[in-house]
């Protein structure tokens, strides 16, 4: 793997929506196959609890052998039974309040949610590891949503609290993503949509990102 150039955006994958675990373990590990990924985040979706954890000791050590830390989007008592690195909350001020409170000692605790400027800086307040902008399973335009990015751009030029932020379901907007200064680009169906080649496309992602990181007027 080349090694990743300082201060540039770096791709986490979210977990498609899948039923079958043993398409979604070959979708992953032929995504982990195609170069830099920092994190995977595993929603619950519709899933049971007894469900998610089985899916999830499957998953989980798959890629944290590649090197990308887990983040559980569901129960937080999953994440702690399958070792992964960390959980990712929805729900607000509150349900964040409480994982931190209980967790942050532990793993990482990322959040989500935020809609406006307000709604992000009283999730910012309590210091989560991340902020995410954007929402699992909407990814379904060539463009980034316009929200999300200007909240990034705004988020990372005023807060030390490190975002991601959704892309779309082309790989090229990862280009987008990056330019807003974000530290992390999250793609979805993109990588594991019908069709693609998970492995390429984290290559391609990959390939982008460090064009944008050397473009002229980036330091590096």
Known sequence: MQPIIPDRCRLVLIAP???????????????LSGG???????????????????????????????????????????????KADGVHVEGGRAALADAIDRLQDKMMVGTGGAKTRDDALELGELRPDYLFFGRFGY???PQPH????TLGRWWAEMIEVPCIVMGSSEIASVRQVSE????????????????????????????????AAQAPGKET
């Open 36 to 82: 830099d990924v920092a994190s995977l985040i595993l929603p619950q979706y519709g899933l049971d609890d007894a469900a998610f954890q089985k899916l999830a000791e499957r998953i989980v050590p798959v890629a944290q052998e590649a090197g990308a830390a887990v983040m559980i989007a569901g129960d937080t008592r999953v994440a702690a039974r399958v």
């Open 139 to 141: 990814d379904t335009d």
């Open 146 to 149: 316009p929200r999300n990015l």
């Open 17 to 31: 929506q899948e039923d079958d675990a043993s398409v979604l373990e070959a979708a992953i590990r032929a995504a």
């Open 180 to 211: 807003t200064g974000a530290e992390f680009v999250a793609l979805s169906r993109a990588v594991f949509g019908e069709g693609v080649d998970p492995a390429a496309a984290v290559a391609e992602a990959n390939r982008l990102l460090d064009e």
